[in-house]
């Protein structure tokens, strides 16, 4: 009677431990990524083969691999897509601050500008209209922002936009702002409320009670929407789109303008 015996044999050469050899297990590391990204391979030495594997298969921003290498977006750049950086040519003027974006750059201007690259002045470039008796002024400014850029530049002046909830206020505002030369281009001025589902509310907090519809509007704003002044309609309100870009008017206190922009 014969029998097979398998004999397990483990050799120690030089210090160095070697099992189950014939069954090929690794004798090496991973070699380095053959690219960064895109696509790569590395490879490492088996007993009596090489073994290889993908590696770095990624973009950034948005890249994709086409052809074993990245295809990249509009703004990015070289073989990982890496962001072009448009802040490098220091675009915001006036001591703005340049937020770097994808094929695009933000300026957060100070108090005083405003303007894509923080190129407008507005220490000078308004006109104020000051209620003495209630300690409030409203300051008049002719650069168009969306809603809710007037909106925060307002409060970046420790104001906000004007709220006219008196009819007092809205007399004062029209008989003022008929004396200003406007461009005929511009039929709005931002003043301080917007709705959300049918409900139209000052940014302060309090519901609008006083109106002075344009003619066609009704009674109110309908859905979401943002309130405006109507140069073509003496500055009656209008319901505008909150994205539209328009004057805008912010109510602040009487200190004087030069301390409020530093």
């Known amino acids: ?22 069954l090929g297990q690794y004798i090496g590391s991973w070699t380095s990524c053959s690219a960064t990204c895109g696509h790569g391979t590395r490879s490492r030495h088996f007993y009596s083969s090489l073994q290889s594997e993908d590696c770095n298969n990624y973009c950034l921003n948005g890249g994709t691999i086409r052809r074993n290498q990245c295809d990249c977006p509009a703004g ?47 220490m000078w470039d308004h006109y104020s209209a000051c209620q003495l008796e209630f300690s409030r002024c409203f300051r008049v400014f002719q650069h168009p922002l969306d809603w809710n ?55 302060t907090g309090g519901a609008v009670v006083t109106s002075r519809w ?17 140069t073509h309609y003496n500055f009656l309100w209008d319901d505008v789109n909150c994205a539209t870009s328009a004057f805008f008017i912010c109510e602040e206190g009487v200190e004087p303008i030069e301390s409020l922009l530093g």
């Not at 044999?9 to 050899?21: A, E, L, M, P, W």
């Not at 003027?93 to 750059?105: F, K, V």
């Not at 006219?164 to 505002?173: A, M, P, R, V």
């Not at 344009?214 to 109507?230: K, Q, R, T």
């Open 1 to 22: 009677m014969w029998f097979k015996v398998t004999f397990l044999v483990t050799v120690v050469i030089f210090g160095v431990h070697f099992s189950k050899i014939a």
């Open 76 to 122: 990015t750049t070289g073989t990982c897509c890496d962001d072009i950086p448009e802040c490098a040519s220091n675009p915001c003027q006036n001591g703005g601050t340049c937020i770097e974006m994808i094929n695009r750059y933000d300026c957060n201007c100070t108090r005083r500008y405003t303007g894509p690259n923080c190129e407008n002045d507005l």
């Open 149 to 203: 850029g007037a909106k925060d530049f307002c409060g970046r002046r420790n104001g906000h936009l004007a709220v006219i909830d008196t009819t007092e206020k809205q007399y004062f505002l029209e008989t003022s702002l008929k004396t200003l030369e406007i461009d005929d281009d511009r039929s709005e001025f931002w003043i301080g409320a917007s709705s959300t589902g049918n409900v139209l509310q000052w940014i």
């Open 214 to 230: 344009v003619p066609g509007v009704g009674n109110g704003i309908h859905g979401s929407g943002c309130l405006a002044l109507n």
